[in-house]
Nanobody
Framework: QVQLVESGGGLVQAGDSLRLSCAVS????????IAWFRQAPGKEREFVAA????????YAKDSGKGRFTISKDNAKNMVYLQMNNLKPEDTAVYYC????????????????WGQGTQVTVSS
């Protein structure tokens, strides 16, 4: 089982940047995906971006491309989500999650989840 702990959320203004961190620990597999999801009040959890732990391939939701960048630091066992030019509609709880396979954007495929970190963007 992989354990995930998010940090870095907070209250920012529209146009600001924020970097979320996900600390990864526990049992790891030869390759797995770490993804960021977010969930706004009253809405379903949605995929943001994911990265392959072994080779670093990434994929992201179209709405985040150009503003959100996922990256990793294997030596530190960390995954990051750099978010630039934040908008009020980016307000949500952001979660990192782990999947044994790479490529899914569906939350039900991810077996390990962190507790989430709140991001609030004021206009």
């Amino acid at each position: 089982q992989v354990q995930l702990v998010e940090s870095g959320g907070g209250l920012v203004q529209a146009g600001d940047s924020l970097r979320l961190s996900c600390a990864v620990s526990g049992r790891t597999f030869s390759d797995y995906a770490i993804a960021w999801f977010r969930q706004a009040p009253g809405k379903e959890r949605e995929f943001v971006a994911a990265i392959s732990w072994s080779v670093g391939n990434t994929y992201a939701k179209d709405s985040g491309k150009g503003r959100f960048t996922i990256s990793k630091d294997n030596a530190k066992n960390m995954v990051y989500l750099q978010m630039n030019n934040l908008k009020p509609e980016d307000t949500a709880v952001y979660y990192c999650a782990a999947d044994r396979a790479y490529g899914s954007t569906h939350s039900e495929d991810f077996e390990s989840w962190g507790q989430g970190t709140q991001v609030t963007v004021s206009s």
